[in-house]
């Protein structure tokens, strides 16, 4: 069954801890990006990949790290200093950077 | 800094009814554009994705449009049913790879 998976669906975090969310997909695609949105918005970038061990900033990278280490993995680590973390978080996929995008089922971050 | 609207931002219809929903975008230097469907909190599933060189695309009761000179597209549904009811979006994606998204359309289908 291919597709994108994040994990967790919902996460809490505390003020001043990091934490990471999970982006695996089994398409075989090069290019993975990571979104946020905000209630009533549109998508936002945040970091993108085109292949593996590269990735650039998006529109709004401050306050988040990423890596791809693999090309079926792209965790998002949202750091202390991402201000206003509470937000749902897309991530997607695409075969390459000019084709058609597939999203996950998104993970809700909720600070407490 | 492409810029990318859609109107109305929400939109109330009977079913049955075929609908149009708007998106426009300011830079032209555009190299796709794509349609995408949200239901409440879910990610977003792709509905169309048209080339910066073609007009039009097609699937089912969908058709969506693109006039780069203008700066428009439109999603065209027919013959509207109350499982069409989700949030719109269209993203316009430049030669750099990257999309810009609009805020989408909220769209209701009354039984």
């Known amino acids: 069954d291919g597709g994108i998976t994040q994990s967790p669906k919902y996460l809490f975090r505390k003020e001043g801890q990091n934490v990471t969310l999970s982006c695996e997909q089994n398409l075989n695609h090069d290019a993975m990006y990571w979104y946020r949105q905000d209630p009533g918005q549109g998508l936002r970038l945040i970091y993108y990949s085109q292949i593996v061990n590269d990735f650039q900033k998006g529109d709004i990278a401050e306050g988040y790290s990423v890596s791809r280490e693999k090309k079926e993995s792209f965790p998002l680590t949202v750091t202390s200093a991402q201000k206003n973390p509470t937000a749902f978080y897309l991530c997607?996929?695409?075969?390459?950077?000019?084709?058609?995008?597939?999203f996950g089922q998104g993970t809700r971050l909720t600070v407490v | 800094k492409q810029e990318v609207t859609q109107i109305p931002a929400a939109l109330s219809v009977p079913e049955g009814e075929n609908l149009v929903l708007n998106c426009s975008f300011t830079?032209?230097?555009?190299?796709?554009l794509q349609w995408f469907r949200q239901d409440p909190g879910k990610g977003l599933t792709s509905l169309l994705l048209?080339?910066?060189?073609?007009r039009e695309q097609t699937s089912g009761r969908l058709n969506a449009s693109l006039d780069k000179s203008s700066g428009r597209s439109t999603l065209y549904i027919a013959a509207s049913q109350p499982g069409d009811s989700a949030t719109y979006l269209c993203?316009?994606?430049?030669?750099?790879?990257?999309?810009?998204f609009g805020d989408g359309t909220t769209l209701t289908v009354k039984p």
């Open positions: 997607a996929s695409s075969v390459h950077r000019y084709t058609e995008a597939f």
């Open positions: 830079d032209s230097a555009i190299y796709n």
């Open positions: 048209i080339q910066s060189s073609q």
């Open positions: 993203a316009v994606a430049t030669n750099a790879g990257k999309s810009t």
